[in-house]
């Protein structure tokens, strides 16, 4: 074909696209970003993990059927339209046309019904929250989902933040399925494709410019996604003093985990300003291997719970109360459907003999306690550092196991091999996404508490959520009661550094990289 005729047939083809529906041209405009990012992900298998590491990378490459907008409220992503039957257990989704995988392949309803079928299976979120649903095929853009219950937050879970239900080829999740492994081959709708993965040491990003945008204005992780930046770069960078140089001098367009206790240098620093996300922040969290060894007990948990100077912990792990908030809610204030003080009689008890009497009633036999922890979160191994001195208080033996964060996540499905750590769990939309109350969701830890999963259920098939809040102080109490976790508190949501001349950042519970702008260089 002569150059002439191929630009006639790209022209042509330009022409066609654009006429179909819900067309957007591609993004144009290069550079890269580059990051500087302080934790290495376990997995990118967005069913198998609610790792931060895992869910701020996959967001660009995959989309959901749903996502939340900046009000967090569910709406619409490759889903174009939908209906929800009489009895509230059918819904019907319309997808929306002419959506291509980053292999080329159009995106059906068998890649849909595939997807969400193995997350349904797989994910805490599916297990937990969404028990004997499943999706079947009406046609080859409708899909259906049919529960066993009602539920009101049914399109919460299915835009889940961090158990990400990402739609994939139908081929990748059947070879997935029948090898009975992780995906390793990751191909979304989503506005950036996988280029290159080097384990531990950087993740690259590339345009897909086949990507097909909504048109609505952008909101939280919803509406116009422009592929601005040609490549994203995540450097995992796991010292901080390396991260803070490089946030410093510059090397770094992004800088994630920032120290806290250089916050108030770097915003003196030329060069670069600190942008303060304006919702999210994290719970703060002791978690319990409840399924094997002395914290099985529940007095051994009470007896730990009862002993903590809650204050002192929280300063010992962020050292300034600007980055925390002690409080013994699982929602947080502003969520006024989900916060509840009815745990506070259980909080920040702060008794020694109580708790070393509680000891003593156990069944506590000398055994040493094994803490799990890595020093790539700070904050989450100095935690683990007080959690070792309280229990010496109480009389209960303990060692400290230190790892990177991969190895910890991979040791933390076999409850041999630890008893406590301290965990962040990212703000949710609704309490029945953290992955540590529901037994059904067989998080690390292990909860198993009838009662709580009674609890999560009655507020779920309630009319409202004004009519299921005396249900939300009841599970407050029984979590308090069975501790699955020790809620500590809450972080405030962490700073980051961002180099002078990057433009559009923003974020939602992580990173949202479309529609950032690099200067030229």
């Known amino acids: 074909m002569s ?7 790209h022209a042509a083809l330009f022409l066609l696209c654009a006429a179909l529906p819900g067309y957007t041209a591609p993004a144009t405009g290069g550079g890269a970003l580059n990051i500087a990012y302080g934790n290495r992900p376990g997995t990118l298998d967005p069913y198998l993990t609610t790792n931060n590491a895992t869910s701020d990378v996959d967001r660009h490459i995959f989309e959901e059927l749903f996502v939340i907008n900046d009000k967090f409220e569910p709406v619409p992503e490759l889903v174009d339209h939908y209906q929800l039957s009489d009895d509230r257990l059918v819904y019907t989704f319309t997808l929306r046309d002419h959506i291509v995988f980053q292999n080329g392949q159009p995106m059906t309803a068998d890649d849909v019904v595939a997807s969400m079928n193995r997350w349904l299976a797989l994910s805490t979120q599916g297990k937990a929250n969404l028990p004997g649903a499943a999706f079947t095929k009406i046609d080859p853009l409708t899909v259906q989902l049919t529960l066993k219950t009602p539920s009101l937050i049914t399109l919460n879970i299915l ?19 029948e090898t009975k ?48 930046v040609k490549d994203i770069f995540f450097r995992y960078v796991t010292d901080e003093s390396t991260r803070l140089a490089g946030a410093l ?15 108030d240098q770097l915003k003196q620093a030329p060069g670069i300003q600190l942008f303060a996300p304006e919702s999210g922040g994290s719970l703060i969290t002791y978690l319990f291997n409840k399924k094997t060894g002395p914290f099985a007990d529940v007095k051994l948990r009470q007896a730990f719970n009862t002993a903590l100077d809650v204050n002192s912990v929280l300063l010992a792990g962020y050292s300034d109360p600007r980055f925390f908030s002690a409080d013994s809610s699982l929602g947080f204030p502003q969520q006024v459907d989900w916060y509840s003080g009815a745990g506070k009689p259980y909080y920040n008890v702060n008794k020694l003999d109580e708790a070393r009497r509680l000891v003593k009633e156990s069944g506590y036999q000398g055994q040493e306690v094994v803490i ?12 683990a550092i007080v959690a070792q001195q309280v ?19 991979q040791r933390r499905q076999d409850p041999k091999n630890f008893d406590l750590c301290a965990l962040e769990f990212s703000m949710r939309q609704v309490l029945h996404q953290y992955p540590f109350l529901d037994s059904r969701a067989n998080f690390p830890g292990w909860s198993n508490s009838p009662d709580i999963d ?9 009319p409202s959520l004004q009519d299921a809040k005396p249900l939300v102080d009841k599970l407050h109490v029984l979590t308090w ?6 809620v500590l508190g809450h972080t405030q949501p962490e700073p980051i550094a961002v180099k002078d001349g990057v433009k559009g950042y923003a974020d939602l519970i992580g990173p949202i990289l479309w529609n950032v702008q690099v200067p030229d260089k």
């Open 3 to 9: 150059l002439i005729n191929t630009m006639r047939f």
């Open 159 to 177: 835009a889940d933040v961090k158990n990400i239900a990402a739609i994939m080829p139908k081929s990748i999740i059947d070879k997935a399925n």
């Open 181 to 228: 492994s992780p995906v390793t081959e990751l191909i979304g709708t989503g506005p950036y494709r996988l280029a290159e993965f080097k384990q531990g040491e950087y993740l690259h990003l590339a345009r897909f410019d086949g990507y097909v945008s909504r048109s609505e204005p952008a909101s939280g992780l919803a509406g116009k996604k422009n592929a601005y």
């Open 249 to 263: 001098t510059g090397e770094y367009d992004l800088v994630f985990n920032l120290p806290k206790d250089n916050i």
């Open 372 to 383: 799990i922890a890595t020093k790539e979160y700070a904050e989450l191994y100095n935690l």
């Open 391 to 409: 229990l010496k208080q109480i009389g209960v033996k303990s060692r400290l196991d230190v790892y990177d964060w991969p190895t910890v996540l």
């Open 454 to 462: 009674s609890v999560l259920d009655r507020i779920k098939q309630a």
């Open 481 to 486: 009661q069975y501790l699955p976790v020790i």
